[in-house]
């Protein structure tokens, strides 16, 4: 994953945004994320890419024994670590590529939109399965397929400036996408859904549920909500490791 959230400028952009700012409420697919999370309580769980810590602090305030997590964003960790109310909860600088951790030491690794970053996702879903107990569970977003697919995530818009559609394209050219994301080109890595699914599987993971969130009805008035739900933005994928 891109240190681009060193980057002063981006990250005075980035602390901006509605999830930024209000956390996992500002957060449009944070209630259908919830519902798929098992129970927490006494479990030891890695967050992957924990940026603000939102998620971190949900399942300490839960009551998660163990919480680890990684970034490699000192600013990022920086605000995460002033957050903090918990002793069991840790913040590490470490590259997603680097993840090193003992084999069987969490029960549940969380992840939201990092892994579409990762050029490599079944040496990433290997490093997972290792540090994973058996019947560990995954849980985790990426930008959804459909977004990712034709490069620009922008809308087509038509001559009064209205969003007419979203394109679509090369949807079987997995590879690098550069796109524009506050104002700052940042590369992304665009995988179908079959090799989402398929990696999964040939890893020993079973799938338990795959889902494309949608905001929820309180947050569809919010600038920009509305258009949300014209096309899929965002998927959820929850497997359970059997090993």
Same mark, same amino acid.
């Given at each position: 994953?891109?240190?681009?959230?060193?980057?002063?400028?981006?990250?005075?952009?980035?602390?901006?945004?509605?999830?930024?700012?209000?956390?996992?409420?500002?957060?449009?697919?944070?209630?259908?994320?919830?519902?798929?999370?098992?129970?927490?309580?006494? &479990? !030891? %769980?890695?967050?992957?890419?924990?940026?603000? /810590?939102?998620?971190?602090?949900? =399942?300490?305030?839960?009551?998660? @024994?163990?919480?680890?997590?990684?970034?490699?964003?000192?600013?990022?960790?920086?605000?995460?670590?002033?957050?903090?109310?918990?002793?069991?909860?840790?913040?590490?600088?470490?590259?997603?590529?680097?993840?090193?951790?003992?084999?069987?030491?969490?029960?549940?690794?969380?992840?939201?939109?990092?892994?579409?970053?990762?050029?490599?996702?079944?040496?990433?879903? &290997? !490093? %997972?399965?290792?540090?994973?107990?058996?019947? /560990?569970?995954?849980?985790?977003? =990426?930008?959804?397929?459909?977004? @990712?697919?034709?490069?620009?995530?922008?809308?087509?818009?038509?001559?009064?400036?209205?969003?007419?559609?979203?394109?679509?394209?090369?949807?079987?050219?997995?590879?690098?996408?550069?796109?524009?994301?506050?104002?700052?080109?940042?590369?992304?890595?665009?995988?179908?859904?079959?090799?989402?699914?398929?990696?999964?599987?040939?890893?020993?993971?079973?799938?338990?549920?795959?889902?494309?969130?949608?905001?929820?009805?309180?947050?569809?008035?919010?600038?920009?909500?509305?258009?949300?739900?014209?096309?899929?933005?965002?998927?959820?994928?929850?497997?359970?490791?059997?090993?």
């Amino acid at each position: 994953m891109t240190a681009i959230y060193d980057n002063e400028k981006f990250f005075e952009e980035y602390s901006h945004m509605l999830r930024s700012q209000e956390g996992l409420k500002g957060a449009g697919e944070w209630e259908t994320f919830k519902a798929l999370m098992p129970e927490v309580a006494n &479990k !030891s %769980i890695l967050d992957i890419g924990c940026g603000y /810590g939102w998620h971190c602090q949900y =399942v300490a305030e839960h009551g998660a @024994t163990e919480v680890v997590g990684i970034d490699n964003s000192d600013k990022m960790l920086a605000v995460a670590r002033e957050k903090n109310e918990f002793t069991q909860v840790t913040y590490e600088n470490m590259p997603v590529e680097a993840m090193d951790f003992e084999a069987n030491q969490f029960d549940l690794v969380l992840s939201s939109l990092v892994f579409h970053y990762i050029a490599d996702f079944d040496a990433l879903i &290997k !490093s %997972i399965k290792h540090v994973l107990k058996a019947q /560990g569970q995954l849980i985790f977003t =990426v930008e959804h397929p459909v977004f @990712t697919a034709e490069g620009s995530e922008q809308w087509v818009q038509n001559d009064e400036g209205e969003n007419q559609f979203f394109p679509v394209d090369n949807y079987f050219y997995e590879g690098a996408r550069d796109t524009d994301f506050l104002n700052t080109s940042i590369k992304k890595y665009h995988r179908t859904l079959t090799t989402y699914i398929e990696t999964l599987i040939q890893n020993g993971f079973k799938i338990n549920h795959v889902v494309e969130p949608m905001p929820s009805e309180d947050m569809r008035d919010l600038d920009g909500m509305a258009d949300e739900m014209r096309r899929p933005m965002m998927l959820i994928i929850s497997v359970e490791l059997e090993k």
